[in-house]
């Protein structure tokens, strides 16, 4: 572990960050933020401001958050390394008896926190009280350093002057009111301290917290549930419960006043059966309340919401985290959306998002399928769509192209407000977790699990702050058949150029030039990928009609591109055949042996039991010779779509499966019965 003597943090920072990997980044990035004095910028800041946030630790050794607010010029900075507050403390409010205390007894040290609300900027700053005068604070700077915008919702402050006086009540218990006002919030402040006063990297500290409504969870009448989202790595907070569980939090009810102090002890969650359902949760803390303070028609501000943090709608709550929990279990089962919008992407090209009250925010990985099915002409019929908006996303959205009889069915007969039965997103396409940058290689409609790779990479950077490249390069036969151009564009205005897009256009309107309208003219060939990528290694993701797939695969292979470096989209007719088949061939060999001679097949739904042999195939085509209609999409072992359970007996899958199973589920299309222990009759039963 890294010695906390000469670092900006102090020995509890210090084990949050080692454990977490970023210990040696932070060693020099935090030399280069964290200062001992104030910044001209910070003192301009701080002296414009209406209120500010403190932390401090009395002699009881709790911890409680307080905020203090009044006219903008209630601060002073005489210099930059001391700040001058004037305002009177809320009703209440545990500092004015520790200030009182510190002038007598001790060394009093704050966190505080510089906030404003209308432009989501903020300050951070740790001190010691120097005096304590009539109202008057005065303080001496021990370090100071900016921080983020990230999770604080914009808000339009008003002075109001309430008619009642303030009113406090103390309780040990959350009441109704305070359950209410806690899981209604999307902001909070939390304090913290490391407790003994060693030097200036120790002391109490002051933070904001936000999220949606519903992100903190109240488990009982004395304890809540907290996410932990990404931050700034400093782990401020998190250091300071490692040395010392005393916290205290503050809540503030932005329409009327009302102020929620709470003191209590906090315990790092690590884990929890929700983490990976709950978005953006790194970790989670519980509070365990000791006291708290309800101090109504107290603070002299109203805010009215003016937009949301991007990062905040990048997160989500715990209902959301138990609905996608409990819809994990029911992935293969189908579900009822609702379409809540339509757009047209190009004339041939149109999106349709999806929502469900049920599953508030689905679960999927960028590049992902749903599987939508319907009843056309008097047969249920189903069809397999990319996912084409991102995992950061509420709703779902499938942008279909006009072709073929299920999306012509699409196009000509659903509006807004209907419902379509879907399958929850899957498969193997999608867009990996990795530091090398992606490659999006796409051919006309291709280009739709694409968009939701580049979308869900952008505000993944974003929030995680992150970068990371990534080139989309789409052909399309016209300039008026692209799609998303704009979106894209959109997107890449984002980054600092390292999300980009190149436009081929194989045909392109006499009317219409390369540079202007559309990037470069002609397919994507050797040349192109040689100009547009220096000398490196990446990811590519292809995505296109089965002759465009293959050909970018045997061009990456010659250009020297490993095989696994290569993912390509696979439900449908579109398949690969890449140059570790031939492996493969020799492994199949040995799958052949396990299959039976024979088998009796049981379809349990249907009442059907037939004799199984090897010159029946799969059970897919076996199923559909005796008249059965099973799903299915792929018949290549990718998509999922023909997943049914098996009750009795094993099968065996080829090892063209790449799509993951149960223990319970078998594949019907690479499926054949396996050959039974000491050559006993073979049974296997299935749900169809």
């Known amino acids: 572990m890294m010695n906390s003597q000469n670092s900006v943090f102090h020995e509890g920072e210090l084990a949050i960050q080692e454990r977490l990997g970023v210990a040696e980044k932070m060693a020099q990035f935090g030399k280069m933020v964290i200062r001992d004095y104030m910044p001209k910028q910070h003192c301009d800041f701080y002296q414009q401001l209406p209120m500010i946030f403190t932390g401090h630790q009395d002699s009881q050794g709790q911890v409680w958050a307080s905020v203090l607010s009044a006219k903008p010029g209630f601060i002073k900075t005489p210099n930059n390394k001391s700040l001058r507050i004037s305002a009177p403390l809320l009703p209440g409010d545990p500092l004015a008896e520790t200030l009182k205390q510190n002038v007598r007894d001790r060394e009093l040290r704050l966190g505080l ?30 370090q100071t350093f900016g ?32 359950i209410e006002l806690i899981s209604g919030s999307d902001t909070f402040f939390v304090a913290s301290s490391s407790g003994e006063a060693k030097d200036e990297t120790h002391g109490a500290d002051v933070s904001h917290r936000g999220g949606n409504p519903g992100f903190i969870k109240v488990e009982s009448d004395t304890e809540l549930l907290i996410p932990d989202f990404t931050g700034n790595n400093h782990y401020n907070t998190l250091g300071n419960f490692q040395l010392n569980p005393a916290a205290g939090l503050l809540f503030i009810d932005f329409k009327t006043g009302d102020v929620l102090t709470l003191t209590g002890k906090a315990e790092i969650v690590w884990q929890h059966s929700l983490k990976a359902h709950f978005k953006g949760a790194e970790r989670f803390w519980r509070f365990r309340l000791t006291a708290g303070h309800h101090i109504q028609y107290a603070f002299p501000w109203r805010f009215t919401l003016q937009s949301w943090s991007p990062n905040t709608l990048m997160t989500g709550t715990w209902q959301e985290a138990e609905s996608n929990a409990a819809a994990e279990l029911q992935r293969n089962q189908w579900h009822k959306f609702t379409v809540t919008e339509i757009k047209d992407e190009s004339p041939t090209i149109r999106s349709f998002w999806l929502s469900s009250e049920k599953i508030s925010a689905p679960e999927f990985k960028a590049g992902q399928f749903i599987t939508v099915r319907a009843k056309i002409r008097g047969e249920i019929v189903s069809r397999n769509y990319s996912v084409s908006s991102s995992p950061h996303e509420k709703r779902i959205r499938i942008s279909v192209k006009k072709y073929g009889i299920f999306s012509r069915w699409l196009h000509g007969n659903i509006s807004s407000g209907d419902e379509l039965e879907i399958r929850l997103p899957q498969g193997q396409f999608f867009l990996e977790t990795s530091d090398k940058p992606a490659i999006l290689l796409s051919a006309g409609v291709g280009i739709t699990p694409m968009i939701s790779m580049f979308r869900y990479s952008v505000q993944e950077s974003l929030r995680a702050r992150k970068p990371r490249e990534i080139l989309m390069i789409n052909t399309f036969s016209k300039v008026s058949e692209q799609a998303f151009v704009e979106e894209i564009n959109q997107l890449s205005s984002q980054t600092e150029g390292y999300a980009k897009a190149i436009w081929a256009v194989t045909s392109a309107e006499t009317n219409t030039r390369a540079g202007k309208d559309y990037s ?57 055949k890449r140059v570790k088949q031939i492996v493969q061939a020799e492994s199949q060999k040995a799958i052949v042996s396990e299959v039976a001679e024979n088998a009796v097949v049981s379809f349990t739904q249907s009442q059907v039991e037939q004799t199984w042999s090897p010159e029946d195939g799969n059970l897919l085509d076996f199923a559909e010779a005796h008249g059965l209609t099973p799903e299915f999409g792929c018949r290549a072992g ?38 039974g222990k000491d050559d006993q009759p073979v049974k296997v039963s299935i749900t169809i």
């Open 113 to 142: 926190l510089g906030i404003e609300l209308e432009t989501r900027r903020r300050n951070r700053l740790s001190a010691k009280v120097k005096s304590n005068i009539e109202s008057e604070i005065e303080l001496d700077v021990l």
């Open 147 to 178: 921080n983020c915008p990230q999770y604080i919702q914009s808000r339009e402050l008003s002075y109001y002057e309430s008619a009642q006086s303030a009113r406090v009540s103390s309780f040990h218990h959350f009441d109704a009111l305070a």
């Open 520 to 576: 470069v003219d002609g397919r994507i060939d050797q040349s192109l990928l040689q100009q547009v990528l220096p000398l490196g290694s990446y990811h590519f993701y292809l995505c296109g009609p089965a002759t465009f797939m293959q050909d970018m695969y045997d061009l990456l292979i010659r250009l020297g591109v490993p095989d696994k470096d290569i993912k390509a989209e696979s439900f449908g007719p579109a398949s690969l």
């Open 638 to 675: 990718s998509c999922g779509s023909c997943i049914v359970n098996i009750t009795q007996g094993e099968v065996v899958h080829d090892k063209s499966k790449t799509f993951a199973t149960e223990k319970d589920e078998i594949l019907l299309c690479c499926a054949k019965p396996r050959k």
